[in-house]
């Protein structure tokens, strides 16, 4: 028989008398145990993903979008050092890394006109698709603000999804691609947590996913009592705050 699917989570066996929906591939339960708030939290390991959102040159590098606006991105860069344990130890693990970062089309057909005000509220100034004076064009897919930080390195199992809204489940494959791997529990990482990394966790938690927010892998540039609000929101509402040293430790036991 042949094997017809992407993925194990999600394939059939086929030849011309039979198609073997059993999915008979799906790997055993492998549960590990992660301390977290409000409670701690077992979770499967063969269902898990790892999605680091935005850590991209335009929120986190000198002379990108943000630096441009006169934002300091010390506290984007923060995620940095733990990605850098905790990723390599996730592959190790064989837990699905996924990278998901604004990547816009140049003609900005797909954008509308509240995402734009959103990138440059008073109309001046380059925004969302325009070339920074002397740099690159903001968050255009393919452009170097686009591109992920050099610190961190995507290996060549890892995934890519753009996205164009601040949800990454938003008009993106993202739901498809978690889906067809048999992905229940996402761990989220990035910037800037209470936008992007929200939002994206938010629209985890109504399509079902179980979510954990990464303490020390996320960061924002807004002021303190949103990361507050944010922190509160995810504990109340949508799931569970955690750690990647918290992860790795349930990982290593």
Not at 156 to 169: A, L, N, P, W, Y
Not at 234 to 242: H, I, N, P, Q, R
Request: aromatic share 6%; glycine share 8%.
């Amino acid at each position: 028989m042949k094997d017809m699917g992407s993925h194990g989570a999600n394939r059939w066996r086929v030849d011309q008398h039979t198609a073997d929906l059993s999915r008979a591939e799906l790997p055993p339960v492998r549960s590990v145990r992660v301390a977290a708030e409000p409670q701690s939290v077992i979770v499967d390991a063969n269902r898990c993903a790892l999605v680091i959102v935005d850590m991209q040159n335009d929120f986190c590098s000198r002379g990108g979008y943000l630096d441009h606006r006169g934002i300091d991105v010390t506290p984007d860069r923060a995620p940095i050092a733990p990605l850098q344990d905790l990723v390599p130890m996730l592959r190790k693990k064989a837990v699905p890394i996924i990278w998901l970062n604004w990547g816009v089309r140049k003609d900005l057909l797909n954008i509308h006109p509240s995402l734009l005000h959103a990138h440059t509220q008073d109309g001046e100034g380059p925004g969302l698709g325009d070339p920074i004076p002397g740099g690159a064009e903001i968050l255009v897919k393919g452009s170097w603000g686009a591109q992920i930080v050099d610190e961190l390195n995507p290996g060549e199992q890892d995934i890519h999804v753009t996205k164009h809204r601040f949800s990454g489940f938003w008009d993106t494959e993202l739901d498809s691609i978690l889906r067809n791997m048999g992905v229940r529990t996402l761990f989220l990482a990035g910037v800037n947590a209470d936008q992007c990394v929200m939002t994206t966790l938010e629209d985890a938690s109504f399509l079902g996913y179980d979510v954990l927010m990464l303490r020390d892998c996320v960061a924002t540039t807004s002021p303190e009592y949103c990361m507050q609000a944010t922190e509160y929101n995810v504990k109340l509402l949508f799931g569970f705050m955690t750690t990647s040293v918290a992860l790795m430790a349930g990982l290593s036991e």
